[in-house]
Every structure is written in C-alpha cells, then in structure tokens.
C-alpha cells in the first residue's frame, strides 16, 4: 500500500507565495514521475506540473514562470513552490505519483488533495 500525504495549502492574497508538499510513503520498488494537477471548481483536472526522477520537468503554460517543481528522492517528496500567485489559481491540487510497485507493475496514486484560495 501507499500513501501521500500532501500540505501546504491555505488562503493566500494575490501575489503572495505557497509552497506544497507531497510526501510518497508505503511499500513500492520505485518511484517514476511525481506532479501536481489541481481542479477549479465546474472545470477539469489539469496537470501543473510533474518531474522525472533525473529532475527534468514539465511546467503548464498558465503557471510557467510562477511555479517551480522539485523533488527530492531521499525524502521521496515533491514540492510545488507557487509564486505570484493568482485568483484563477484557486483550485483543489492533487499530487500525483507513477511508480513500479513490489510486483513490478507500474501504478498510478493520488493524494486526497489541498485547496488553494487566492483571494484578497
């Protein structure tokens, strides 16, 4: 079994910071790509941006420049540093990892979620 366990999420002015994060923990042979999606409320989940285990990422055009996604593989956690934020970031994020689990099949777990709230 594993379990994420993510913070980091509350109420926050525009153009104020938050950082999440996202711890993965449990039994698994590896961990592949980690990311953050987020859901606005009537809209779809999209992805914000995710990094491979060598550190390269893929960041989402409406947060690229504002967002920074990092990892760290001894502590299996990533991080979602949000600057400049905005009220059209308000959303529910979701951490998202993909790994190979014990029986050597890939897997996909989501974390329960945070909210966000830009608002002044």
């Known amino acids: 079994q594993v379990q994420l366990v993510e913070s980091g999420g509350g109420l926050v002015q525009p153009g104020g910071s938050l950082r999440l994060s996202c711890a993965a923990s449990?039994?698994?042979?590896?961990?592949?790509?980690m990311g953050w999606y987020r859901q606005a409320p009537g809209k779809q989940r999209e992805l914000v941006a995710d990094v491979t285990p060598g550190g390269s990422t893929h960041v989402g055009d409406s947060v690229k420049g504002r967002f920074t996604i990092s990892r760290d593989n001894a502590k299996n956690t990533v991080y979602l540093q949000m600057n400049s934020l905005k009220p059209e970031d308000t959303a529910v994020y979701y951490c998202?990892?993909?790994?190979?689990?014990?029986?050597?099949?890939?897997?996909?777990?989501w974390g329960q979620g945070t909210q966000v709230t830009v608002s002044s």
């Open positions: 998202n990892v993909k790994l190979v689990s014990g029986s050597m099949s890939l897997r996909d777990y």
């Open positions: 449990g039994s698994f042979f590896s961990l592949i790509t």
